[in-house]
């Protein structure tokens, strides 16, 4: 029986819950992303249910989780306490915060869920600064729609793998691509 404070499994968001491939992918991304984290003003865009912001707060100075669920916010905020980690409710193409307050930014498998794509890096250009870093992930749409001949109905918009470097280079002068 799911607790209220329980978020729905749609499979786009890790929930500590549930072990799967998913929660495996989301686990190494942000192991990953941890290693930058250190003594740094950490953003979390599409932190869902908060775990991910977590792990990142024991590395950075201060970490703030954004989602534009208000039930993901409630849940973050109910099971995550620290004095470095907090929670806010805003969209990935509308930020809450002021220009140049962010040094490492963090947005797993979100752009894809976005029609204003370029909004969304917009603001990540303005919230980020001049010297900040964005580690950014997204589902290759050959793999996940193609191949798989299935169509994600939280996908708004998928990109090609050449479509997100396009897309990140048009936006960012200095990137490095990992597989």
Do not use: W
Not at 36 to 61: H, P, Q, R, T
């Amino acid at each position: 029986m799911e607790n209220k404070e329980d978020l729905e499994m749609t499979g786009e968001r890790l929930l500590t819950s549930v072990i799967n491939q998913n929660t495996i992918e989301h686990l190494h991304r942000y192991a990953f992303a941890c290693e930058f984290a250190k003594n740094k003003k950490v953003l979390d865009i599409a932190c869902g249910e908060g775990y991910g912001s977590m792990l990142l707060s024991k590395e950075a100075l201060s970490v703030i989780g954004a989602d534009i669920s208000e039930q993901a916010i409630s849940h973050a905020k109910a099971k995550y306490k620290k004095e470095n980690l907090e929670f806010i409710q805003c969209s990935a193409d509308n930020i809450s915060l002021e220009n140049q307050s962010i040094e490492l930014l963090v947005s797993f498998e979100t752009i894809e869920h976005l029609q204003n794509q370029d909004g969304m890096l917009s603001e990540i250009k303005r919230v980020l600064k001049k010297d900040g870093v964005l580690i950014i992930s997204s589902p290759d749409k050959i793999c996940n729609t193609d191949l798989e001949n299935y169509i994600n109905p939280y996908h708004v918009k998928e990109l090609y793998e050449d479509e997100f470097k396009n897309l990140i280079n048009k936006n960012f002068k200095h990137t490095l691509f990992l597989k």
